[in-house]
T-cell receptor, first 113, second 120 residues
Framework: ELKVEQNPLFLSMQEGKNYTIYCNYS?????LYWYRQDPGKSLESLFV?????AVKQEGRLMASLDTKARLSTLHITAAVHDLSATYFC?????????????FGRGTQLTVWP | GAVVSQHPSRVICKSGTSVKIECRSL??????MFWYRQFPKQSLMLMAT?????????EQGVEKDKFLINHASLTLSTLTVTSAHPEDSSFYIC????????????????FGPGTRLTVL
């Protein structure tokens, strides 16, 4: 079974600072997803990474994928309070026709002034 | 973009009663829907995969008689929590996999807003 590990699980950072969240997965995957979840809400799709070397950016967030290292990163640039949320990475199983996702445990991000 | 709705958004029920949660894809057809539950401050746990017109595939440890899933149409899947107990209290989230006519299912999943179940 595909396993997904995220770190750190908790991240407290000051506004204006940069930081990276890491997502490792155990076996070959053909899709890597990043989601954001606000308290009491469902998941909001941030990025879908499809190939080795893929990099996507939206505002202060940038996601990248290294399929050889089985690693994806979510980089936060000049954090602001509005980025406070829980971030999940997820992989789909290349061998599965059902398209199920395997989620990491999530990174709870708190940005303080 | 594609929208998935869930109903109800919040439900409180007495222990022993059954609760039905609906998941609808509003502007696309979904041959496959997924049901997750999430405990506070934890990740999403896949409960079952629901395929239109066939039986759901349950994850190990999930009681199929407890959590009844029906996917009767390409836009609707339902999860019924039977004889609910306080330990079933959780946040239930569905997702739907997009399907393009002539091409089949895509790998894009859209998540519903979730249903907060509280069993007293």
């Amino acid at each position: 079974e595909l396993k997904v590990e995220q770190n750190p699980l908790f991240l407290s950072m000051q506004e204006g600072k940069n930081y990276t969240i890491y997502c490792n997965y155990s076996t070959t995957s053909d899709r890597l997803y990043w989601y954001r979840q606000d308290p009491g809400k469902s998941l909001e799709s941030l990025f879908v990474l499809l190939s080795n070397g893929a990099v996507k950016q939206e505002g202060r967030l940038m996601a990248s994928l290294d399929t050889k290292a089985r690693l994806s990163t979510l980089h936060i640039t000049a954090a602001v309070h509005d980025l406070s949320a829980t971030y999940f990475c997820a992989c789909s199983d290349r061998g599965s026709t059902l398209g199920r996702l395997y989620f990491g445990r999530g990174t709870q991000l708190t940005v303080w002034p | 973009g594609a929208v998935v709705s869930q109903h109800p958004s919040r439900v409180i029920c007495k222990s022993g009663t059954s609760v039905k949660i609906e998941c609808r894809s509003l502007d696309f057809q979904a041959t496959t829907m997924f049901w997750y539950r999430q405990f506070p401050k934890q990740s999403l746990m896949l409960m079952a995969t629901s395929n239109e017109g066939s039986k759901a595939t349950y994850e190990q440890g999930v009681e199929k008689d407890k959590f009844l899933i029906n996917h009767a149409s390409l836009t609707l899947s339902t999860l019924t929590v039977t004889s609910a107990h306080p330990e079933d209290s959780s946040f239930y989230i569905c997702s739907a996999r997009d399907w393009i006519k002539g091409r089949g299912p895509t790998d894009t999943q859209y998540f519903g807003p979730g249903t907060r179940l509280t069993v007293l």
